[in-house]
């Protein structure tokens, strides 16, 4: 089982990497975890004029870095083998097509609960992956 976990640095992620490991010890057969970053650029578009795209970029890979730290942490305490990638753009775009690229058969998520009207008028990412992927989502709180 190919097992897809978006990490964006918060509680809710990082207890989805926990119920990840809890999973991949239940499960009898070979599971490949691979954790995601992704981080949205466009936001920098106005600092692009100031700062060169090479700072922007590491910037963003150093960020990712940290956000992904406590996240391998946890999987390299439990023995559970993964990988990471780090990407940029919009981000639930980025999740669902790594998602379908790569073949994943499941992607599970932390989902922060905003709450029904911000959700109505913004949308979550959790919501906008749910929608648009192919293979199951199991959202975390």
């Excluded at 989805?16 to 010890?25: E, M």
């Excluded at 009207?117 to 709180?141: F, N, T």
């Amino acid at each position: 089982m190919k097992i897809l976990i978006p990490i964006d640095g918060s509680k809710p992620s990082v207890n989805a990497v926990k119920y990840v490991v809890g999973l991949v010890r239940n499960l009898r057969s070979k599971c490949a975890v691979t954790l995601l970053s992704v981080h949205d650029d466009a936001g920098l578009n106005h600092v692009r004029r100031f700062v060169p795209k090479e700072q922007i970029d590491d910037y963003l890979r150093e960020l990712s870095e940290k956000q992904l730290k406590s996240a391998q942490k946890i999987l390299n305490d439990a023995d559970v083998v993964h990988s990471t990638v780090i990407a940029q753009g919009h981000v639930p775009e980025e999740i669902v097509a790594l998602a379908r690229k790569e073949k994943f058969d499941l992607i599970v998520m932390g989902t922060k609960g905003r709450g029904g009207l911000m959700d109505a008028l913004v949308g979550s990412v959790a919501q906008r992956v749910v929608g648009a992927a192919r293979q199951p989502v199991l959202l975390i709180r």
